[in-house]
């Protein structure tokens, strides 16, 4: 079975620009939860998208936001870039809430 | 409020020798805990997991962790450390509910050196 996979893997942007980035959970998965890491904050939690509803959300600025759609597929999108928004994003999917989640490689975002 | 403490923020250790990373937790309810491990550039991979019933827990990779619900520990075991051990470790409480939510709350992190 294939394992979450997240798209594109690198990124590179200019302040106030906007970001799209796209997870493919695994399959059968209908949660999706994201995860910002940076070496000054560590893993944080943005939000969680179960059958197109967001379940939980973290405490980041609404610049971040996030969709599911109907096969499960999760975007999130980060509007008005700053510096501080450069870090690895993680997307982990999972069965359903209350279930481990499985992690993808990440996509790394870099602010210029 | 829920947290998790890795007290060990670097660890090196000779091949061979056996590890012990440490993390306590503080969380209202009955925990689910969970270590992942993070090779560089890459994401998270379970290693284990405690829901319920033995405290004893086995993972992948021949690790196993303990968990102690008197000391709000969950510390991670190895009896014998490979240098492919070289990694990050997170220890993590899952504020979870099945129906409800989802949500992963990480330690700092334990980053390991393994010495030939």
């Known amino acids: 079975k294939a394992g979450v996979t997240q798209t594109p893997r690198y990124l590179i942007k200019t302040r106030g620009q906007q970001v799209t980035l796209s997870c493919s959970p695994i399959?059968?998965?209908?949660?999706v939860s994201w995860y910002q890491q940076t070496p000054g904050q560590g893993l944080q939690f943005l939000f969680e998208?179960?059958?197109?509803?967001?379940?939980n959300k973290g405490n980041f600025p609404g610049r971040f936001s996030g969709r599911q759609f109907s096969n499960s597929r999760s975007e999130m999108n980060v509007s008005t870039l700053e510096l501080g928004d450069s870090a690895l994003y993680l997307c982990?999917?999972?069965?359903?809430?209350?279930?481990?989640?499985?992690f993808g490689p990440g996509t790394r975002l870099t602010v210029l | 409020a829920q947290s998790v403490t890795q007290p060990d923020i670097h660890i090196t250790v000779s091949e061979g020798a056996s590890l012990e990373l440490r993390c306590n937790y503080s969380?209202?309810?009955?925990?689910?805990l969970f270590w992942y491990v993070q090779s560089p550039g890459q994401g998270l991979q379970l290693l284990l997991k405690?829901?319920?019933?033995?405290?004893l827990v086995q993972g992948i990779k021949g690790f196993e962790a303990e968990f102690k619900r008197s000391q709000s520990s969950f510390n991670l075991r190895k009896p014998s450390v490979h240098w492919s051990d070289a990694a990050e470790y997170f220890c993590?409480?899952?504020?979870?509910?099945?129906?409800?939510?989802?949500?992963?709350?990480f330690g700092a992190g334990t980053r390991l050196a393994v010495h030939p």
């Open positions: 982990a999917s999972s069965r359903d809430t209350g279930n481990e989640q499985f």
């Open positions: 399959s059968g998965h209908r949660s």
């Open positions: 998208y179960f059958s197109e509803t967001q379940r």
């Open positions: 969380y209202g309810a009955t925990p689910y």
């Open positions: 405690y829901f319920s019933g033995d405290t």
């Open positions: 993590a409480v899952g504020a979870l509910k099945s129906g409800g939510y989802n949500k992963l709350i």
